[in-house]
């Protein structure tokens, strides 16, 4: 699975979007992008994944640009439930998909 | 609400114990995993399972078992607990039927388990 580069820390400001970035410049054709979280003492949570289409769910939206090389995750008003560590991860689809998570960024929502 | 409920939240061991740590699904899920987490190395592969039965070594699975017995069921062995397995464990379940949502994992909340 390809690797993927993430800022370690980041901030924003409560009700404002909230912007992570991710880049995975040697991801393959057949590869998705997922996208999980981790607030505080609890398990991961799953947020969204994509190919190549940008995606949109109840939780967040994912923007990949063109050549597939990064993306985005936007929390469009960011509240200060969403302070957690962000992964993203690049993954083949596998009938048991395992998923390498890195480091993460950690996201702080200030109020 | 889907859920994976893992036996305990905390768990205290002596060295050279043997520990177990159980999962439960709820989701009819086919595959279920193991990882570890610890401060600066993040979530680690340790075995995943996907159907009864059936396992796979993940990248860490040194000085543990697992087993699966039931579908909906799995745990994990610490033969001889270490001090150096002393760390978070997170047990996820995840459909093989889901297409691209296969990377869906669902976690429990974690096992914080402490081998003194």
């Known amino acids: 699975d390809a690797k993927t580069t993430q800022p370690p820390s980041m901030d924003c400001a409560e009700g404002r979007a909230a912007n992570l970035p991710c880049n995975h410049s040697t991801i393959s054709g057949n590869e998705y992008v997922y996208w999980y979280r981790q607030i505080h003492s609890q398990g991961p949570q799953y947020i969204i994944h994509g190919l190549k289409n940008n995606e949109t769910n109840e939780m967040a939206s994912l923007i990949i640009t063109e050549d597939r090389k990064s993306s985005t995750l936007i929390l469009p008003h960011a509240t200060l439930r969403d302070t957690a560590v962000y992964y993203c991860i690049v993954s083949f689809i596998q009938g048991a998909q395992k998923l390498v998570f890195g480091q993460g960024t950690r996201l702080t929502i200030n109020p | 609400d889907v859920k994976v409920t893992q036996s305990s939240r905390y768990l205290v061991k002596r060295t050279g114990e043997k520990v177990f740590l159980e999962c439960v699904q709820d989701?009819?899920?086919?595959?279920m995993f193991w990882y570890r987490q610890d401060p600066g190395l993040g979530l680690r592969l340790i075995y995943f399972s996907y159907d009864v039965k059936m396992k796979e070594k993940g990248d860490i699975p040194e000085g543990y078992s697992v087993s699966r017995e039931k579908k909906e069921r799995f745990s994990l062995i610490l033969e001889s607990a270490s001090t150096n397995q002393t760390s978070m464990y997170l047990c996820?379940?995840?459909?093989?039927?889901?297409?691209?949502?296969?990377?869906?994992?669902?976690f429990g909340s974690g096992t914080q388990l402490s081998v003194l």
């Open positions: 996820a379940s995840s459909s093989a039927n889901g297409g691209t949502g296969r990377g869906k994992l669902f």
């Open positions: 989701m009819d899920h086919e595959n």
